[in-house]
């Protein structure tokens, strides 16, 4: 008995499919709760590589939904002992962490050598940029998020829509799950579809995840879903999202980490930069400004 048997006897797996999962290249942004369920079920699986970015340490608060990690673990970075444990799940699995946030700037260098990239790091400057650099390159993106007991895991680019084309705006205030709270059986939940969609990308299956979005509410036990492959791209990605090491002499940058408003004054082919921690209110200053005319608009998210 072999360790892929169970998988290898499913037709749509074989001998053949199981190759082109030791073949896979992913890129993984986030060790959390989403990750903590969808990295051992690539491992596991077979994949070849994994490239895992995440720039945190284990905390105890972490432990309710972050499976992977147990309390000798507490304090140190979550990539380093995700990378131990995948590797004793599966040794055929080869692990390559990074301990840093996946930003634009190293994500633009590190896309074009995957098959695939999971957004797992549940904060929206990560996607919107991921999912640009992912439409340009024609990579497929999985992505996914989740607060309380609610959230949604799709696919993105490489042949489909963007996310942009899905979410062309965000709420006008956003919670994470420091603020708002999360079960960890909804975040396993997605976390383990992003693993399927992942595989079934790789594996070439049809219907293909990509132009796909499940909606999972386990406040109201509903399970629902939509294509959305005919979705229109936005005529213009705006606000981009950028690295802070992208920042330019010539760029006007806007501050937003304190209480205090800026005024902005750009000259006209000027571009202007909002800098906020999470990314939420450069997204709102960017979207105000470029509807005044202006369309040279970037933010950074500079923090979580």
């Known amino acids: 008995m072999t360790r892929y048997a169970r998988q290898t ?6 001998e053949v499919g199981q190759a082109r999962l030791a073949a896979g290249r992913v890129l993984v942004a986030g060790a ?10 690539l491992a596991g699986a077979g994949i070849g590589l994994i490239r895992l970015y995440d720039p945190d340490r284990v905390e105890e608060s972490n432990l309710h939904r972050q499976t992977l990690f147990r309390m000798d673990d ?8 995700t990378a131990e444990t995948l590797r004793g799940l599966n040794p055929d699995c080869h692990v390559s962490t990074v301990v840093s946030r996946l930003d634009p700037l190293t994500a633009r260098s ?12 549940d904060n929206f400057a990560v996607s919107y940029a991921l999912s640009d650099l992912c439409l340009a390159t024609g990579t497929p993106l999985i992505s996914a998020s989740v607060l309380a007991r609610r959230g949604y895991a799709g696919g993105f680019c490489g042949g489909a829509p963007s996310l942009r084309a899905v979410f062309p705006d965000l709420p006008g205030q956003m919670q994470n799950c420091a603020t708002g ?15 399927q969609m992942a595989l079934s990308v790789l594996l070439g299956h049809d219907p293909s995840p990509l132009g796909q979005i499940l909606n999972l509410d386990l406040a109201s036990w509903h399970l629902s879903g939509f294509r959305f492959d005919g979705a229109p791209e936005p005529a213009r990605a705006t606000p981009e999202v950028i690295s802070g090491a992208e920042l330019s002499a010539a760029d006007l940058v806007v501050d937003l980490r304190s209480d205090n408003g800026a005024e902005v004054s ?4 000027q571009r202007v930069v909002f800098v906020c921690n999470t990314g939420l209110r450069a997204w709102r200053a960017a979207k105000w400004l470029s509807a005044s005319g202006h369309d040279r608009v970037a933010i950074v998210g500079d923090g979580r």
């Open 9 to 14: 006897c499913l037709p749509e797996v074989g």
């Open 32 to 41: 959390g709760g989403l990750g903590a369920s969808l990295l051992p079920l």
């Open 74 to 81: 507490i304090g140190r970075p979550k990539a380093l002992v």
């Open 110 to 121: 590190e896309i074009p050598q995957v098959d695939i990239v999971i957004d797992s790091a």
């Open 181 to 195: 709270g999360v079960m960890g059986p909804a975040v396993a939940t997605l976390g383990a579809l992003q693993a």
């Open 266 to 269: 750009p000259d006209p082919d």
